[in-house]
């Protein structure tokens, strides 16, 4: 049964300006939204975002096509074909990432031996067609040479934690 | 003017009624008898009865019909059974019709009722005929108000109980139960001592 | 006689104009508002601060296609759009905005008002079943039977207004609480008040008694299959029903358009030079604010606490105050009667 207490409440809506005590408050706070375009919210080095593949200071591509991140990926997103080049080394001449299966694991970054294939912290890539979805090694190195600066900072940033 | 606009609003009534019978589907003739009573509304107001052409729209239009049309939207007729007793029920029909007629007509042609004479009545010099109504239903009519009012309560008594069943073995929720349920009755927050982590499968894992 | 219909017309779109403005930008401040009670900004790109965002809405509508769903009674599917916002607007003509401005003086204003409001309902029903969808019927189903329970209440609410007043005309009505806010018959009639405002919000099937769009259950209840323009006018007489019911409220429990210290020796000549309608809009605003701030704050009834509420509470709640209003009538109590 309810209390004669409870009844007397119920009729004076106790509870219910409680609730829009709340609301009320908040209505003066600050409003946490970001104006998406014109403010971004800040990312950890460890983002995992658009790949990219990097390369040695010199130039030389870094990846050697030992097609671990091929091998590793749960998505199967990473397609690679490899020849040997005239100098002896062993190069992709094929590596080709779809990102509709890419699930954005980082597996592919932490099986790499070499630091070649990464993830950026570039969240916001759209594209207008279908097949636009597959990325090929020209763009992903494109989007490495572009990227090369905050990349190789972020891993700075991350190397005491590994 | 006035003789314009009630012919106009009698003539979508008299379509409206016609409609009501005539139709098939039952809902829309809930829909036209709708029409039909919101048209003898205006014709009410129109001779100065606004208050009972009024309460006429709040009552019949906005309470008995929107049940009407309830009932009807649950059900599923179709036109063909509805025909069925067309034929059966004719005779009556037209003997209920015939003795309507009649009764109008008694009404409308006997000199004791003044209805003859204009097609709508002199409205009241003092238009508020809500004050007047209510002066009289509290004075001179005041016994049998009271009692049509009582009548209607025993109605709504009936109506309920005879469809207030209580079979047994169904599963109800007590409102009451639920809105007076509160965190006390409902959690209780217990205080541990924090316990030495036993030796096992689970601490070696760590 | 054409002076008087020239005249009447123009009185007509003198209400009906700022209406429909102010039923655009009662949907930008209800996202505005609970935006900010919830934290958020609502929609602020279209224009300064968005206040453009109402047009950028209605052009979009405007330019939807309209959709009759197959198997759906055509005439009925596009009359209930009609249904439902000429009863929505036709109420306007007898409520007064300020002493004097009103389209119809008429004498059984509060009855007229009553007729009216519970005409809306057709539009519900007509569009809920002439869709031909099982959702709009459940919709249809929960808001015409919450709209007929909660009419009761609301017009016994009323009743006590009409004995407090001695009238049934709106002006009467306002009349009758000339003086300081406390004249008003928001004091007497406090229980009825709450009856009265709870009643109006779930006349008009907003939250928390929105049971009938339940969005999360039955999508949006009667006018799932409307689209465009069609669903734009229920859109339209949603609003504008919720808006009079706020200036209702304004009328019946606090003094129309008398200011609040109508009638006191400093404050009241000093503030006769504001219009009788600013008044009563202002008073309007804070229960439309009400309205906002209820949908930001309550979750929804479920359906059977919704008449349990409307005929185990409030009808029996207005009944009681009633008696005692008459008493307090009867004996002269305080300054109102």
């Not at chain 3, 606090?254 to 020796?265: A, I, K, R």
Request: aromatic share 12%; charged share 15%; proline share 5%.
């Amino acid at each position: 049964m309810r209390s004669l207490r409870e009844y007397v409440r119920s009729f004076l809506l106790v509870e219910l300006l409680q609730g829009l005590r709340v609301t009320g408050r908040h209505l003066f706070k600050r409003s946490v939204t970001l104006e998406f375009p014109e403010e971004v919210a800040p990312k950890s080095p460890r983002f995992r975002g658009l790949h990219a593949l990097r390369r040695y200071p010199n130039g030389e591509e870094r990846c050697i096509a030992c097609k671990l991140c091929e091998a590793v990926c749960p998505a199967l997103a990473i397609t690679i074909d490899s020849h040997q080049r005239a100098d002896g080394t062993r190069r992709t001449t094929r590596y080709e990432i779809d990102l509709f299966k890419c699930i954005y694991c980082g597996f592919c970054e932490e099986s790499c031996p070499v630091d070649s294939i990464v993830e950026t912290r570039i969240d916001w890539h759209l594209m207008e067609s279908r097949d636009q979805r597959i990325i090929g090694k020209e763009r992903l190195l494109e989007i490495g040479d572009q990227y090369e600066a905050q990349i190789a900072a972020d891993r700075a940033a991350d190397a005491p934690y590994r | 003017m006035e003789q314009a606009v009630f012919y106009l609003f009698a003539a979508i009534l008299l379509f409206a009624a016609t409609m009501v019978i005539t139709v098939r589907n039952p809902v829309q003739a809930a829909l036209f008898l709708v029409l039909a009573f919101f048209n003898a509304a205006v014709l009410w107001v129109l001779v100065g009865a606004e208050f009972l052409g009024i309460a006429l729209v709040v009552v019949y239009v906005g309470a008995v019909m929107v049940l009407f049309l309830f009932v009807v939207m649950m059900l599923d007729i179709t036109a063909a059974p509805m025909r069925e007793g067309f034929a059966r029920y004719l005779p009556v029909g037209i003997l209920v019709a015939v003795l309507m007629v009649l009764q109008l007509g008694v009404v409308i042609l006997s000199d004791d009722v003044a209805l003859v004479g204009g097609l709508i009545p002199e409205p009241a010099a003092d238009a508020d005929n809500i004050r007047a109504i209510g002066t009289v239903l509290y004075t001179v009519y005041v016994y049998p108000f009271e009692i049509a009012a009582v009548i209607l309560l025993v109605a709504i008594v009936a109506a309920i109980t005879l469809t207030l069943r209580r079979r047994q073995g169904t599963k109800h929720q007590n409102i009451e139960e639920q809105l007076s349920a509160n965190k006390a009755n409902r959690l209780r927050v217990l205080k541990m001592e924090a316990e030495p982590r036993q030796g096992g499968e689970g601490a070696e894992r760590q | 006689m054409f002076e008087t219909l020239f005249w009447t017309f123009s009185k007509i779109w003198a209400v009906l104009i700022p209406l429909f403005i102010g039923v655009a930008y009662f949907t930008y401040f209800e996202r505005r508002v609970i935006g900010h009670m919830q934290d958020r900004r609502g929609p602020n790109r279209v224009g300064y601060k968005g206040l453009l965002q109402p047009f950028a809405d209605a052009l979009k509508l405007l330019f939807k296609e309209i959709t009759v769903p197959t198997h759906a009674n055509r005439v009925l599917f596009l009359l209930a759009p009609a249904l439902s916002i000429g009863p929505a607007v036709a109420v306007w003509a007898v409520i007064p905005f300020a002493d004097g401005w009103v389209v119809a003086d008429i004498n059984a204003g509060l009855l007229y008002i009553l007729a009216m409001t519970s005409l809306g309902v057709y539009g519900i029903i007509v569009a809920g079943w002439a869709s031909n969808s099982k959702y709009a019927l459940l919709g249809t189903l929960r808001a015409s039977a919450q709209v007929v329970s909660y009419e009761i209440a609301m017009g016994f609410a009323l009743v006590g207004v009409l004995m407090a007043a001695g009238t049934m005309n709106l002006s009467g009505i306002v009349e009758a609480q000339a003086g300081p806010f406390w004249n008003w018959f928001w004091l007497p009639l406090l229980p009825l008040f709450l009856v009265y405002w709870i009643s109006g919000v779930a006349e008009t099937n907003r939250a928390p008694f929105d049971v009938a769009e339940g969005e999360s259950e039955i999508v949006a209840g009667f006018h799932v299959e409307y689209s465009g323009m069609a669903f734009a006018v229920f859109f339209l007489a949603e609003y504008a029903n919720m808006i009079l019911i706020c200036v209702i409220a304004a009328i019946m429990f606090l003094g129309g358009w008398y200011s609040p210290f109508h009638g006191l020796p400093v404050l009241g000549p000093a503030l006769d030079w504001v219009p009788g309608i600013v008044w009563l809009l202002l008073k309007a605003c804070f229960f439309a604010f009400c309205y906002l701030w209820f949908r930001a704050t309550f979750p929804r009834y479920r359906y059977d606490q919704i008449m349990r509420l409307g005929w185990k509470v409030l009808i029996p709640v207005t009944v009681v105050w009633l008696v005692v209003l008459t008493v307090l009538i009867y004996a002269g109590v305080g300054p109102w009667f």
